[in-house]
């Protein structure tokens, strides 16, 4: 079955420090993976996403995620973290079983950045 | 680019009246809308997935005739809550994918409703 763990449901990090949201995965063929961010009481805004290409994937606000295959993750990243990331993070994966278009979420991460 | 609007953003009723929620995709067509619920600090549970044109896609355990679900143009999709009870009161989002970018969900910012 087609999963996606987010193995930390909260992360805490000092502003200025680098942070890591971690994701893992477990699909049949290919995975299609999306990072998307979500602001107290807001929808979802998207990050970024790996299709294919380049391992290492630039998005939105600084961020950027690896695609690892061997250890099936896909971590979301930031060098510097700013108290304004604090949010709740999901990881998603296609689901390709059938013929829809549905993703797969992580439970999520709630990421606290503090000053 | 790729914004998707809901309306409204909350609402409160009744229990036994109905609401519905639209969404709307603002800058782009969305060939696919999919409407999902969620409970305070959880994850998303998507509902339904529906086709401009066609009928929606429930998944397991969601009662199509409890929520009815409108995809009648390339911007626009509805959800109706009918009969509402207490248990319904939740965060609902609305997101669309468009025909440019068939890979990208983007969500709408959510109505929370409140049944009395």
């Known amino acids: 079955a087609q999963s996606v763990a987010q193995p930390e449901d909260q992360v805490n990090v000092a502003e200025g420090n680098p942070l890591t949201v971690k994701c893992t995965y477990s699909v049949s063929g290919n995975p299609y993976l999306f990072w998307y961010v979500q602001y107290p009481n807001r929808g979802l805004q998207f990050l970024l996403k790996y299709i294919t290409g380049d391992n290492l994937v630039k998005g939105s606000y600084g961020f950027e995620a690896e695609f690892n295959k061997s250890q099936t993750s896909f971590h979301l990243k930031k060098p510097s973290a700013l108290v304004s990331d604090s949010a709740l993070y999901f990881c998603a994966v296609r689901d390709f079983t059938g013929n829809n278009r549905k993703l797969i979420w992580g439970l999520g991460t709630s990421l606290a950045v503090n000053p | 680019g790729a914004v998707v609007s809901q309306h409204p953003s909350r609402v409160i009723c009744k229990s036994g009246t109905s609401v519905k929620i639209e969404c709307r995709s603002l800058?782009?067509?969305?060939?696919?809308m999919f409407w999902y619920r969620q409970f305070p600090k959880q994850s998303l549970m998507l509902m339904a997935t529906s086709n401009e044109g066609s009928k929606a896609t429930y998944e397991q355990g969601v009662e199509k005739d409890k929520f009815l679900i409108n995809h009648a143009s390339l911007t626009l999709s509805t959800l109706t809550v009918t009969s509402a009870h207490p248990e319904d009161s939740s965060f609902y989002i609305c997101?669309?994918?468009?025909?440019?970018?068939?890979?990208?969900?983007?969500f709408g910012p959510g109505t929370r409703l409140t049944v009395l």
């Open positions: 997101s669309g994918e468009g025909e440019g970018d068939t890979d990208t969900q983007y």
């Open positions: 800058d782009f067509q969305a060939t696919t």
